[in-house]
């Protein structure tokens, strides 16, 4: 029997943990930490206006603890300013970067779709061409709306068993970029949410040969540099520039993100001051400490707690694959590095229960107390971190078995079966005939879906399943679409972005 991963193998004698990076000695420091430290017991006539926890409603105080309201400063002296950095940040910046193979890291504190945002305005202007898969997080189509770019779809590579995409497809890439020599930049999605990751170096290459540069929202990949059995990173594949989430994965707090930066494809003042657009002048000093002790604790400990972290998921996965009716790929990857999957995502397929993914998640969480980090119609997906125990991996087990045995014995009830009416395929991708940024701004009026043949959509419809845009601002309706969006109206679990989520409306730009 494959032996659980224990916490032990976590802690462990610091000098025996110590990798190639963390000889690096300065990785040891966290300057913003350091100087946090520093400002205690400074009286405080400044921002914020709750006074280092003491003008604060103590019930808050009580309830964040008070090295919370502390360690929540400003820029005063001694502290440092994220537009202009030249202390603490400035330092904290450059060990990450160093820590995660950039030239340059900027630290967001808006989340990775402040970093997306700031990626695509430091890198395109109004007008450029980007190439973007059409399975897209809604923060690059915000990119895409703010920067006035005219996006170029790559179709997404669907798993029809387990209903998700699975990365681009690299012909389909390939013909994109043919029909758009002109394009200035691609942002690729990789890994995906479920941890599938594709092979970026001969995509790089190739786009770099044609004076493309290659931006990529690495939201769930900031762990890859750290240990080799997960997917390359992007930057050592090549990519210019990258944003990362490190509050999704790493030990950071939410909405602490990465933007790093590599090579002289990209103007890093452009994208300076981009970023500057779109940060706030009071940056967190939480946000940016967490994502200084995030880098540290990547650089000095990331070998080990990720080995703990992929044994664990390993060990998840091949029970899982034990209960009849549930699955998890990924087992052919056990114990080994694979280009093509991060093991500490662990989807649990649960269409041969007869029940979907949501029931499945809410059955977990009413019935064992347990979350998981999102479900779709046939998957629960959940992520293993080194902050998860053998105990917790334990009662999830049970769970899943519970929840298999109540299927079979008709406790819980299925509900895919009328799901399984077939979901058609996707429509083709409908041509672009106003930039996302102009459908956006153009006055626009409601049309009935029916009657929408040949006008260009002011929003964006995505169905569940199958999870992503079927329409986005700027397209035009034709007959394909409106007929796959009237089937997805009786069949999808979930519509959302247009204003009549009923889908019986649509706005549509006027005058068109
Ligand atoms: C692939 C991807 N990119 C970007 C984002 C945006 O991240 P954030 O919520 O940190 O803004 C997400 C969020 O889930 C995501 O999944």
Redesign the pocket.
């Known amino acids: 029997m494959r032996r659980t991963p224990t916490r032990r193998r976590v802690i462990v004698d610091k000098a025996a943990n110590v990798t190639a990076l963390a000889r690096d000695l300065a990785q040891e420091r966290a300057p913003i930490c350091e100087a946090l430290d520093a400002y205690a017991g400074v009286i405080r006539f400044h921002m914020p206006g709750h006074r280092g926890g003491a003008g604060a409603e103590p019930a808050i105080v009580a309830h964040l603890g008070p090295a919370a309201f502390e360690k929540d400063v400003t820029g005063v002296p001694g502290m440092d300013d994220l537009h202009e950095p030249h202390g603490c940040i400035r330092e904290a910046e450059e060990l990450a970067a160093k820590a995660f193979g950039a030239d340059r890291t900027f630290f967001s504190v808006?989340?990775?779709?402040?970093a997306?945002h700031a990626m695509v305005l430091g890198t395109l202007s109004d007008g450029d061409t980007i190439i973007i898969p059409r399975n897209i997080?809604k923060?690059?189509l915000g990119a895409v709306i703010l920067s006035g770019a005219v996006p170029a779809f790559v179709k997404a590579d669907y798993d029809p068993y387990l209903g998700f995409f699975k990365g681009i497809d690299g012909e389909s890439l390939k013909e994109c970029i043919g029909r758009h020599p002109e394009a200035k930049a691609a942002l690729l999605?990789n890994p995906?949410?479920y941890g599938t990751s594709i092979d970026l170096r001969p995509i790089a290459e190739y786009l770099h040969a044609r004076g493309i540069i290659l931006l990529v929202?690495e939201?769930?990949g900031p762990h890859f540099r750290f240990h080799p059995k997960l997917p390359a990173p992007a930057l050592d594949a090549g990519a210019d520039a990258v944003?990362q989430?490190a509050?999704?994965i790493l030990g950071a707090l939410t909405?602490a993100?990465y933007l790093h930066v590599k090579g002289n494809r990209i103007d890093v003042d452009r994208l300076k001051a981009a970023f500057q657009h779109i940060t706030t002048t009071s940056a967190s000093y939480l946000l940016m400490a967490s994502l200084d002790a995030a880098r540290r604790q990547m650089a000095l400990y990331g070998r080990d707690i990720l080995e703990y972290a992929i044994n664990l998921a390993d060990y998840l996965r091949s029970e899982v694959n034990k209960i009849p009716g549930l699955s998890s790929f990924g087992s052919e990857n056990s114990g080994q590095a694979s280009a093509s999957l991060d093991p500490t995502k662990v989807t649990i397929t649960v269409r041969e229960l007869g029940i979907t993914g949501y029931r499945a998640e809410k059955f977990l969480r009413e019935r064992h107390g347990i979350q998981v980090e999102m479900s779709d119609l046939y998957n629960v997906l959940v992520i293993v971190s080194w902050g998860n125990t053998t105990a917790h991996v334990e009662k999830l087990l049970e769970g899943l078995r519970d929840l298999a045995g109540a299927v079979g014995r008709n406790q819980a009830t299925k509900d895919l079966e009328s799901s399984r009416r077939e979901i058609p395929d996707l429509p083709p991708i409908p041509e672009m005939a106003l930039s996302p940024r102009k459908a956006v701004q153009s006055a626009w009026e409601t049309a009935r879906l029916s009657d929408a043949k040949g006008r260009v959509s002011a929003e964006v419809v995505t169905c569940y399943p199958p999870g992503i845009p079927i329409l986005y601002p700027g397209e035009v309706l034709t007959d394909d679409t409106i007929s796959y969006l009237e089937i997805m109206r009786e069949l999808a679990f979930g519509i959302s972005g247009p204003k009549d989520t009923s889908l019986q409306t649509i706005r549509v730009v006027k005058d068109r």
């Open positions: 808006g989340g990775t779709t402040g997306i997080h923060s690059i999605v995906t949410y929202d939201a769930h944003a989430g509050h999704k909405q993100s």
